[in-house]
């Protein structure tokens, strides 16, 4: 069975500074990974995703994410944080074969200013 | 313009009582979903339907009861609240992968429901 984990359960980093986020997975074939973000009382947007090909993929937001196979991550990176960039991040895996989506725990992000 | 939307967004009842959530999607996706958020924000599917087909069920007790009346909508309707069932509630879609893979799932603002 999938399962995702989250590393960091809050992060506090001041606005203009670098971000990573780290998530770490466990399935046993390809996997199919997203990150998406959750602004307080909101629902959850997809920041972006990989499936396949270059394992280095953009997202809104200026948000991009790593895939490395070798060392089961799929970490989210920011070259500057913004004051609005605060919220709750989750890293997800699907799978071949199966509609659902597994979540991590979640990270909670707090921008200093 | 909404892609995909809950009613009501808060709900706030008696243990004991029944009640209903509302989920619709406009993006002619052919699956829909029902996810649970704790309190500790950790995020659990609950059912899954697929053109009006339950293909996913997680051992959720069967005081809760998805009812899907068109591919479009999936409602979710609870008997018997308990005081354990308050969390947020999130409906979601996709569309249907050709490929056997799971896509993008769009989610909705959720419903916060708080038994007392």
């Known amino acids: 069975a999938q399962s995702v984990t989250q590393p960091d359960i809050h992060i506090t980093v001041s606005e203009g500074a670098s971000l990573e986020l780290r998530c770490n997975y466990s399935?046993?074939?390809?996997?199919?990974l997203f990150w998406y973000v959750q602004s307080p009382g909101q629902g959850l947007q997809l920041l972006l995703k990989?499936?396949?090909?270059?394992?280095l993929v953009q997202g809104i937001k200026g948000f991009e994410a790593e895939f490395k196979r070798s060392q089961s991550s799929f970490n989210l990176r920011k070259p500057s944080v913004h004051w609005s960039d605060a919220a709750e991040y989750f890293c997800?895996?699907?799978?071949?074969?199966?509609?659902?989506?597994?979540f991590g725990q979640g990270t909670r992000l707090t921008i200093n200013p | 313009d909404t892609a995909v939307s809950q009613t009501p967004k808060y709900l706030v009842t008696q243990m004991g009582n029944d009640k209903s959530i509302k989920c619709e999607q406009n993006?002619?996706?052919?699956?829909m979903y029902w996810y649970k958020q704790d309190s500790k924000k950790f995020l659990k599917i609950m059912f899954s339907?697929?053109?009006?087909?339950?293909?996913i069920n997680e051992t959720v007790p069967n005081r809760f009861s998805p009812k899907s009346p068109d591919k479009a909508h999936l409602n979710l309707h609870i008997n018997s609240l308990e005081l354990g069932d308050s969390a947020v509630y999130f409906c979601?879609?996709?569309?249907?992968?050709?490929?056997?893979?799971?896509?993008?799932?769009?989610f909705g603002p959720g419903t916060r429901l708080t038994v007392l």
């Open positions: 993006l002619g996706h052919d699956t």
């Open positions: 399935y046993g074939a390809t996997p199919y």
């Open positions: 990989y499936f396949s090909g270059d394992t």
């Open positions: 339907y697929n053109n009006k087909e339950l293909i």
């Open positions: 997800a895996v699907g799978s071949w074969g199966a509609q659902k989506l597994v």
């Open positions: 979601a879609s996709s569309p249907q992968s050709s490929g056997g893979y799971t896509d993008t799932q769009y």
